[in-house]
Each structure stands twice: as structure tokens, then as C-alpha cells.
């Protein structure tokens, strides 16, 4: 069955550290998505990306950056990861219709201390 | 600016209908999503709608008003299971998705 995945689930790490973390998708969809979930906030848009080696900056893109090397990967990467950047982070993928359904990611929990 | 709003709880009892409103005002429209989220678990697709009127699917269905910008989602005969938080989302002229802070729904028996 087709699927997506995040890695790791969980990861905590400190201020100034450089983390990534991993998406994969199986459903060969052109379009996927970074989202971050906080208490009292709606899903907000990081980066996405409609294609290899297309990326985009959605609504809270500073600190954060993303690449497009296939279809099936974007990984995203903190720069310098900062407290401000603790929150659940949400991968999504759809096909390339705009109108379809996003599919989700289970989540990564991300602590910076 | 674009805004969801949604009530940020509601407590329902197992058997009877409950309904999530959700207002919006968005730079465009193509179409409103709703999703479901189980705590600790991704969202899920429900339901979307771009026309005006009532999709049913089951034991939930939802309405959409574009005049009025407003929808709701109708769950009825209510299980346990339903427990989770129902998300509103908006797409806008820029196919972005704009995302509610969602409805968390408590089901009691």
C-alpha cells in the first residue's frame, strides 16, 4: 500500500543545531508539503514544493529550508534550530491537481531546548 | 488578512447529532476542506466542498455557503470513536490551504 513517512518520530536536540527531518512518499504525488501544528494555531505552510527540484516559501518559511532531488523525498532542514521552532511538523503529499485531498504524515515531535 | 474561525470545543453524547460551524474569510476561494484528527495522529480527509449545498457521506455530511462564507459538518448518530478534533481548511486563489485552529469534540456516553 502506498504511504507516507515521517523520520524520527520524536527528536529533541538544542539551540543552534542544524536539524533535518525526513519525509517519504510512495504515492508517486507531484506535490508535497511541510506544515507545523501548534496549541491554539491552525496548520501553518512551511515550504512546499509541486515537482523536482521545485520549492516553494509558504506562511513561516524563515529558519527553514527544503530541496526537491526527487520525487518521493523532501527533507526538511533547520538551520539553526531555535525554541521558537518546538511543534509537531506535518508532512503531506496530493497528486497534482490542486483540488485533491492532502494526505498526512504521522508527525515528527520536535523539541529545541 | 484570512481568517478561519471555528469553536475551539464542543461536548456532544454518544447517539445524537452535533454540528461544527466554521466562517471564513479568505483572499479567494477554491473550495473548503474538512479533516479529522485523532490526538497524536495526522488529520484525515472528510469531506470538500466548492459548490454551495449539502455533500453527505455517510454519517457525516457538510454544507457549504459561499454568500455567507460559512460551512458546517454534520455528524450524526455519534460513536466514541468520533472523538477528535474536526479541522476547517480553506483553499484560496493561490490553491494554499488555510487552516481553522479545529474544533475539538468530546463525546460522552
Known amino acids: 500500500d502506498a504511504e507516507i513517512t515521517q523520520s524520527p518520530r520524536h527528536k529533541i536536540t538544542e539551540t543552534g543545531r542544524q536539524v533535518t527531518l525526513a519525509c517519504h512518499q510512495t504515492?508517486?504525488?507531484?506535490?508535497m508539503f511541510w506544515y507545523r501544528q501548534d496549541l491554539g494555531h491552525g496548520l501553518r505552510l512551511i515550504h512546499y514544493s509541486y515537482g523536482v527540484h521545485d520549492t516553494n516559501k509558504g506562511e513561516v518559511s524563515d529558519g527553514y529550508s527544503v530541496s526537491r532531488s526527487n520525487t518521493e523525498d523532501l527533507p526538511l532542514t533547520l538551520e539553526s534550530a531555535a525554541s521558537s521552532q518546538t511543534s509537531v511538523y506535518f508532512c503531506?503529499?496530493?497528486?497534482?491537481?490542486?483540488?485533491?485531498?492532502?494526505?498526512f504524515g504521522p508527525g515528527t515531535r520536535l523539541t529545541v531546548l | 488578512g484570512q481568517n478561519i474561525d471555528q469553536p475551539t470545543e464542543m461536548t456532544a453524547t454518544e447517539g445524537a447529532i452535533v454540528q461544527i460551524n466554521c466562517t471564513y474569510q479568505t483572499s479567494g476561494f477554491n473550495g473548503l476542506f474538512w479533516y479529522q484528527q485523532h490526538a497524536g495522529e495526522a488529520p484525515t480527509f472528510l469531506s470538500y466542498n466548492v459548490l454551495d449545498g449539502l455533500e453527505e457521506k455517510g454519517r457525516f455530511s457538510s454544507f457549504l455557503s459561499r454568500s455567507k462564507g460559512y460551512s458546517y459538518l454534520l455528524l450524526k448518530e455519534l460513536q466514541m470513536k468520533d472523538s477528535a478534533s474536526y479541522l476547517c481548511a480553506v483553499m484560496d486563489s493561490n490553491y494554499q490551504l488555510i487552516w481553522g485552529a479545529g474544533t475539538k469534540l468530546i463525546i460522552k456516553p
Open positions: 504515492w508517486n504525488h507531484n506535490n
Open positions: 503531506a503529499s496530493s497528486e497534482q491537481n490542486t483540488y485533491n485531498e492532502q494526505f
